[in-house]
């Protein structure tokens, strides 16, 4: 919607486009409270934003400029409404969707912001909730969106995308982005609820977008097409009466075939090209587990040397992590221990739980009580939201 | 280059709903054609009813026949009154049987 609104009014009036959403969510609330939810509020909310638009437009016809290209047409009633409607068309707005995260990942504004300003404008993403997701304080990255969003303002039309030689440049970070934007939603910081489907769905559809235009169709957003459908394909096993449920001890029966299936279509499709990206290796990885048919058939032998791989492409102390506890599946706990306690960065997971617990349930299977237990313990001092805790807490207790 | 006033009279598309739907993608595909070649400098549409006023008082008005009454105005810069005329040509309105008065704007 931001997205659409945007085209109208122009990249230098985001923060307007922002305002008659936010206007409409209010308008929704207020109504629906009273009326109730209506048959389709997607819908009902487009066509809210889409009159408020048309009002702001009739009210501020010559206060602003507003998107060059469409010059006249906004500001003569004979073209307003049915300009300003056929870019609220499904076909415009999926356009306009991909245009504006071009646009968000300007090369004139840092990456880290990049990041920030997809999460924020096409994602509404509070600056708290990016400060969560990027591991820095929220007082930062409110700064950093406003000095971004100036930087955009400078162009005033959306990027265009046809012919462009910036794609690829671009693409990258956009990437990056969404794999951040599912993550939150995988295995979010959120303090009421510790998976939020919701968000990934929003980054699958944002992915799915990009994977069916021909200019971003290329192998690595097929690939992180693909992982992000696999993990997805394993939500429903990832929480199991109202508890996290780790994933061997999950029921894989719950995970969505069909899902799984349109993964491993999105992986066939990623196996063009010649660069192998760190989310061919993740979806592999992610292959691996939907595919064993029982936690004990998983090949933890092809998954390590897969984290091996990736520790080289994304030298991350959580990818490393995760490598130590591959290789503690291969090899044995303390195999896996000496690999944790060789993390090279390993101070940046010191507020990271699941660090802590992975070490607990090394030194638990070890026979190290005393160990496992002040693992878990730390783990549950630093749990985000009640589901983690109450898990932390039963691991706690197997001590 | 001179600006023209065009006056549009007439063509009131009555029917069902896609076909006014469709009369009124064509306004909008003149329009935009017109404004991408920078000829557009304004205008608007109409309401049918009003006022007409005089020295001596206000009728409810225009009373003219409903194809003399008229239903906008847009202003358009053209090298010269043909090319204006030219311009026009294009006009929806003139399939519907309505018409485009073209006025060169009087340089005082």
């Known amino acids: ?399 | 280059m001179s600006q023209f006033l065009y006056l549009f009279r007439g063509g009131n598309v009555e029917g069902p709903p896609e076909q006014m739907q469709q009369h009124m993608q064509k306004w909008v595909g003149w329009m935009k054609q017109l404004s991408e070649t920078g000829n557009l400098k304004g205008g608007e549409p109409l309401e049918k009813g009003g006022k007409v006023v005089t020295q001596k008082n206000v009728t409810d008005g225009p009373f003219a026949e409903a194809k003399d009454v008229v239903g906008g105005y847009i202003l358009v810069e053209a090298k010269d009154l043909p090319h204006a005329v030219e311009i026009s040509r294009g006009c929806p309105i003139l399939a519907v049987g309505g018409s485009v008065e073209v006025r060169p704007v009087s340089k005082m």
């Open chain 1, 1 to 399: 919607m931001v997205a659409a609104l945007t085209r109208i009014f122009g990249v230098h009036n985001l923060a307007l486009a922002e305002d008659v959403v936010q206007d409409a969510l209010c308008r929704a609330l207020e109504v629906w409270r009273f009326h109730g939810v209506p048959e389709n509020p997607g819908a009902w909310l487009m066509a809210t934003a889409k009159n408020r638009a048309i009002d702001v437009l009739r009210h501020q016809r010559t206060a602003r400029d507003y998107a060059p290209e469409l010059g006249r047409l906004l500001e003569t009633e004979w073209t307003l409404a049915p300009v300003v409607t056929e870019l609220f068309s499904q076909h415009e707005i999926e356009d306009d969707v991909l245009r504006m995260m071009f646009t968000c990942c300007n090369p004139r504004v840092s990456e880290e912001a990049q990041v920030a300003l997809v999460l924020n404008v096409m994602s509404g993403f509070t600056a708290s909730e990016i400060a969560q997701v990027c591991l820095c304080s929220e007082a930062a990255i409110e700064k950093r969106l406003a000095r971004a969003k100036a930087t955009l303002a400078e162009s005033k039309t959306l990027f265009e995308i046809a012919g462009s030689s910036e794609i690829a440049a671009r693409l990258d970070v956009i990437h990056r982005a969404l794999y951040l934007l599912f993550s939150e939603g995988y295995h979010g910081a959120h303090p009421e609820t510790a998976l939020r489907s919701e968000l990934c769905v929003e980054a699958i559809r944002l992915t799915e977008i990009l994977a069916h235009h021909e200019a971003t169709a290329v192998p690595q957003t097929f690939a992180l097409a693909a992982l992000m459908t696999l993990h997805a394909a394993r939500l429903p096993g990832r929480v199991q009466g109202g508890e996290l449920s780790p994933l061997l001890e999950q029921d894989r029966s719950s995970w969505d075939r069909a899902l799984i299936d349109r993964g491993v279509r999105w992986l066939e499709l990623s196996a063009t090209g010649d660069r192998l990206s760190e989310y061919h290796v993740e979806a592999a990885i992610a292959v691996e587990h939907t595919t064993a048919a029982r936690a004990e058939d998983t090949r933890w032998d092809r998954i390590a040397s897969l984290y091996d791989t990736l520790h080289v492409l994304r030298p991350t102390p959580v990818v490393a992590l995760n490598r130590a506890i591959a290789i503690a599946q291969r090899d044995g706990p303390e195999r896996g221990l000496v690999a944790i306690d060789a993390i090279p960065d390993k101070a940046r997971l010191e507020a990271y739980p699941f660090f802590f617990a992975a070490v607990g349930e090394l030194e638990l299977r070890r026979g190290h009580m005393d160990a496992a237990r002040s693992g878990f313990e730390r783990a549950h001092e630093l749990a985000r939201n009640p589901e983690e805790r109450r898990f932390f807490q039963s691991r706690i207790a197997a001590t």
